[in-house]
């Protein structure tokens, strides 16, 4: 049972644009909320997070915006750059850290 | 500061044999994780160790099992493998994993099960 959900596989942006990645979760105790950005080859990395208790959190060109009564969360990312090309996994965590399936952001030059 | 180690990075095994993955965490990290990446199903949690002890376990058969030794460093086992089985193995080190946004990953073993 998928409890966070990421219903994008893939999404392409135009260098300069804005990129914005999209994540929903079912479980309404999820009390944290975290992105990872991930390379080829290379494990996840922390990128930024946000707690039940806001709805919007920011840093540098990243901004996580939390909607509790939809369930839902999104990552933004303006400007967009060519190295922010990854896969972005969202994560929730309860007793225990519940991954999305990863979107793939392709930005083009 | 070193980073999270795995090893071995790659490896081929046939169904029915079993495997051994280690994990050394952070200098100072006493909570590992272990996860499985599919491609259809992301990251999915294995189990955590802190202080040698199993603290929490996703929902995974019994054929997979881990330890963490007195040195912090963890080893995940997966007996009978099945062609199911193959994924990127992904292990997380922590301080005492409570902080999330302070859990460090490492590369990953790409287990192929053929």
């Known amino acids: 049972d998928q409890q966070v959900k990421q219903n994008s596989p893939s999404l392409s942006v135009q260098e300069g644009r804005i990129s914005i990645l999209n994540c929903d979760y079912t479980?309404?105790?999820?009390?944290?909320f975290l992105w990872y950005k991930k390379y080829p080859a290379e494990g996840p990395t922390f990128l930024i997070s946000?707690?039940?208790?806001?709805d919007k959190n920011e840093d540098g060109r990243f901004t996580v915006f939390l909607n509790k009564s939809a369930k839902h969360l999104s990552l933004h990312i303006v400007p967009s750059q060519p190295g922010d090309s990854a896969v972005y996994f969202c994560?929730?965590?309860?007793?225990?850290?519940?991954f999305g399936t990863g979107t793939s952001l392709t930005v083009i030059p | 500061k070193a980073g999270v180690t795995q090893t071995p990075r790659y490896l081929i095994k046939t169904r029915g044999q079993q495997v051994t993955l280690s994990c050394s965490p952070i200098?100072?990290?006493?909570?590992v994780s272990w996860y499985q990446q599919t491609p259809g199903q992301g990251l999915q949690f294995l189990f955590e160790?802190?202080?040698?002890?199993?603290?929490n376990k996703g929902n995974f058969p019994g054929r997979f099992s881990g330890r963490q030794f007195s040195n912090s460093r963890s080893e995940m086992n997966v007996s009978t493998l099945e062609l199911g089985d193959s994924a990127l193995y992904l292990c997380?080190?922590?301080?005492?994993?409570?902080?999330?946004?302070?859990?460090?990953f490492g590369p990953g073993t790409r287990l192929t099960v053929l």
């Open positions: 479980n309404s105790m999820f009390d944290y």
């Open positions: 994560a929730a965590t309860g007793n225990q850290f519940y």
């Open positions: 200098s100072g990290h006493r909570s």
């Open positions: 946000i707690s039940s208790i806001k």
């Open positions: 997380a080190s922590s301080l005492d994993g409570t902080s999330y946004n302070e859990q460090f």
């Open positions: 160790y802190f202080s040698e002890t199993q603290r």
